[in-house]
C-alpha cells in the first residue's frame, strides 16, 4: 500500500475556504478608510502641486501598507483574537482562512506598497510607510499589547503617522504641520480606544491582555482619558494661535474640543452600571465624529484655494 493510501489526508493539497470578502476582512477596512482620509490631508496641505496620479499612486500604497498591517497584526494575534467577543468572527479564528496564508498575504502587500511608493513616489516617503509596518506590527502587536498597559499610548504612534506620510510624499521632507498632525492623532488614540475598553473590559481579561481598566482599573482609566483629553484638546487648537493653522480651523477645534471633554467628563463622573457604560460608548463614537471634523476641516481650507486657483 503506498503512502498516499495510508495517509491521504495529511498530503491532500489544502483548498482555501476563503472569499474575496474574507481577504478584504484581514485588512481593517474601518482602520484603513481612516489612515486614507489622514493621509489625504497631508497630502492635500502639503505646498506645491502633486499630480492626481501621483496622489492616488501615494494614497493607494499607503492604504495597502496599512492593510498589510492589518493583516500581519490578525495573524500574529490570532490566540487572543479567538477568544474576544469583539473579533472572534474575524476569518483566521473562524478557520476561513489560515495563519500561514495570512502571514504570505500581509509580507506581501507590505512589500509592494513600500517598494511601489519609492519606486514610483518617493524613497523618504516609503521608508516611512515602512517604518509604520514595523512599529505596528512589531514594536504594538508583537511587544506593547501583551506587555504593558501602555500599549495603546506607544502603539498610537504607527496610527499617527499615515498624514506624515503623505506630507512627505508631497514634498519629500518633513515640516511642522504634519508633525502637529501626527501630535493630535497620538493624543486622541488613548482616550478613543480606553473609552472601548471600559466597556470591552471582559473581553481584554479573557485574552489576559494588560489593558488599562484590567491593570488599573476603571477608575483609572476614567482620569487617564480625561487627562488625555485636555491635553489632546489643547494640542489641537495650538497651531490656530501659532499660524499653523486659519481661523476656521480653530473655531471648529475650540468647538468640537469643549464637546469632546464634555463625553469625557460624563465618563469620569457615571461609574456604575448601564449610565457608565452608556458613557463610555458616547465617547468612543464621538471621538471618531471629533477626529473627523478637525481633519475635515483642514482638508476643505486646502482645497478651497485650490479650487479657486483652477477656477481662476
Request: charged share 10%; proline share 7%.
Amino acid at each position: 500500500m503506498s503512502i498516499v493510501e495510508n495517509h491521504p489526508a495529511e498530503l491532500a493539497p489544502h483548498v482555501s475556504e476563503a472569499t474575496v470578502g474574507d481577504y478584504l476582512a484581514l485588512l481593517k477596512p474601518r482602520v484603513m478608510s481612516l489612515v486614507i482620509f489622514t493621509a489625504l490631508v497631508g497630502i492635500v496641505m502639503a505646498p506645491g502641486h502633486m499630480h492626481p496620479v501621483m496622489v492616488f499612486t501615494a494614497l493607494l500604497c499607503i492604504a495597502v501598507g496599512a492593510g498589510a498591517s492589518g493583516a500581519l497584526n490578525m495573524w500574529y494575534d490570532r490566540d487572543i483574537d479567538a477568544v474576544m467577543q469583539r473579533t472572534a468572527k474575524r476569518p483566521i479564528p473562524q478557520g476561513r482562512i489560515t495563519p500561514p496564508e495570512a502571514l504570505a498575504f500581509g509580507m506581501t502587500l507590505s512589500f509592494f506598497s513600500v517598494f511601489t511608493l519609492g519606486i514610483l513616489v518617493d524613497w523618504f516617503a516609503a521608508a516611512l510607510l515602512a517604518f509604520t509596518i514595523f512599529f505596528y506590527v512589531v514594536v504594538y502587536t508583537m511587544w506593547l499589547k501583551r506587555s504593558t498597559p501602555q500599549n495603546i499610548v506607544i502603539g498610537g504612534a504607527a496610527g499617527a503617522l499615515p498624514p506624515v506620510v503623505g506630507w512627505v510624499a508631497a514634498t519629500g521632507s518633513l515640516a511642522i504641520e504634519p508633525l502637529l498632525l501626527f501630535g493630535i492623532i497620538f493624543l486622541w488614540t488613548p482616550p478613543h480606544f480606553w473609552a472601548l475598553s471600559l466597556y470591552r473590559t471582559d473581553d481584554f481579561v479573557r485574552a489576559k491582555l494588560p489593558m488599562l481598566p484590567v491593570v488599573a482599573g476603571p477608575d483609572a482609566t476614567r482620569l487617564q482619558i480625561l487627562l488625555y483629553t485636555l491635553v489632546l484638546i489643547a494640542v489641537a487648537i495650538a497651531p490656530w494661535p501659532l499660524g499653523y493653522f486659519d481661523r476656521a480651523y480653530g473655531v471648529v477645534a475650540t468647538v468640537s474640543g469643549a464637546a469632546m471633554l464634555w463625553f469625557a467628563v460624563q465618563v469620569f463622573r457615571q461609574r456604575q452600571g448601564a449610565a457608565a457604560e452608556a458613557a463610555a460608548r458616547k465617547l468612543f463614537t464621538f471621538s471618531i465624529l471629533y477626529l473627523f471634523v478637525l481633519f475635515a476641516t483642514l482638508l476643505v481650507g486646502a482645497l478651497v484655494p485650490i479650487a479657486l486657483r483652477i477656477a481662476s
